[in-house]
């Protein structure tokens, strides 16, 4: 079975850092692009940032860029979402994503909640 399982998620007060994980199993993450999105109750899920398979390429959000770094370990089926300087406002669910290019195949995890305050 297809699974992405993220972990890292907590309560930090602002300014402070996290690492979200997001493993992969049932499935290798090689030929797939992999995104981090984020949602509040309520809101729409916005893309926060994502990285293409072989990790040359990476794009993020606006309200992220200088923050946030996305990256990947294809060997340990794994990717990362390293989170610093974080704000109230980047406090929402976030979810891993994998996608296989020019498909439409995703496989999503269950999210993780990320909460800043003081």
């Known amino acids: 079975q297809e699974q992405l399982v993220e972990s890292g998620g907590g309560l930090v007060q602002p300014g402070g850092s996290l690492r979200l994980t997001c493993a992969a199993s049932?499935?290798?993450?090689?030929?797939?692009?992999i995104g981090w999105f984020r949602q509040v109750s309520g809101k729409e899920r916005e893309g926060v940032s994502c990285?293409?398979?072989?990790?040359?390429?990476?794009e993020y959000a606006d309200s992220v860029k200088g923050r946030f770094t996305i990256s990947r370990v294809d060997r340990s089926n794994t990717a990362y979402l390293q989170m610093n300087s974080l704000r109230p406002e980047d406090t929402a669910v976030y979810y891993c994503?994998?996608?296989?290019?020019?498909?439409?195949?995703?496989?999503w995890g269950q999210g993780t909640q990320v909460t800043v305050s003081s």
């Open positions: 990285i293409a398979s072989g990790g040359r390429r990476t």
């Open positions: 994503s994998a996608n296989l290019p020019h498909t439409d195949k995703y496989v």
């Open positions: 049932g499935f290798t993450l090689d030929y797939y692009a």
